[in-house]
């Protein structure tokens, strides 16, 4: 079992900037590969980016590839997604999740574990 639990959401005027972590207990964390999806109402489940369980690969959506940059301390159990220049588009319900792989994916069914997810606004 994996418990994710997700901080640091907000509402931010646009050209700002927010942290989001995730902290991560249960199983052992240094394994999985770990994302960060968004969700706007009314709309499906989106692919941001995701770390390998080393640290050593990313892989970011179009979207925010250059703004957003995601980092993991496996010693602290926690995810981070640091997001800057956000946009009023960039306004989503956010969400980490764990996937038991070596390598990253981007695929929403290869995750195991989902946290409840933190509300980031953006206002224009």
């Known amino acids: 079992q994996v418990q994710l639990v997700e901080s640091g959401g907000g509402l931010v005027q646009t050209g700002g900037s927010l942290r989001l972590s995730c902290a991560a207990s249960?199983?052992?964390?240094?394994?999985?590969?770990m994302g960060w999806f968004r969700q706007a109402p009314g709309q499906e489940r989106d692919f941001v980016a995701v770390?390998?369980?080393?640290?050593?690969?990313?892989v970011y959506a179009d979207s925010v590839k250059g703004r957003f940059s995601i980092s993991r301390d496996n010693v602290g159990k926690t995810v981070y997604l640091q997001m800057n220049s956000l946009k009023p588009e960039d306004t989503a319900l956010y969400y980490c999740?764990?996937?038991?792989?070596?390598?990253?994916?981007?695929?929403?069914?290869?995750?195991?574990?989902w946290g409840q997810g933190t509300q980031v606004t953006v206002s224009s």
């Open positions: 249960g199983r052992t964390f240094s394994l999985d590969a």
């Open positions: 999740a764990a996937a038991r792989t070596f390598g990253v994916v981007r695929e929403r069914e290869a995750y195991n574990y």
């Open positions: 770390i390998s369980w080393s640290g050593g690969g990313t």
